[in-house]
């Protein structure tokens, strides 16, 4: 995966117990590789998507079908 990313140790706010939180930045056609890649690492992971309306600075595109 080509871009700055985040995995944060957490507590479940209902369950309390320990989670990992993975946050990203990425386009909208780099979704699809990525919750597949997520899904192989953890097929009952939950995916929160959230519309970015702008960006500055550097950012990078990986092309679709690459890995």
């Known amino acids: 995966y080509v ?3 985040s995995l944060v ?9 320990k989670q990992q939180m993975f ?3 990425c ?3 780099e979704l699809p590789m990525l919750i597949d890649q ?13 519309k970015l309306d702008a960006i ?8 679709q079908g690459s890995r």
């Open 3 to 5: 871009h700055g990313s």
């Open 38 to 50: 997520i899904n192989v690492i953890d097929k009952a992971s939950t995916i929160t998507i959230s």
């Open 23 to 25: 946050t990203t930045i």
């Open 56 to 63: 500055d600075g550097p950012f990078n595109l990986q092309r």
């Open 27 to 29: 386009a909208a056609t």
């Open 9 to 17: 140790e957490r507590i479940g706010g209902y369950s309390k117990k």
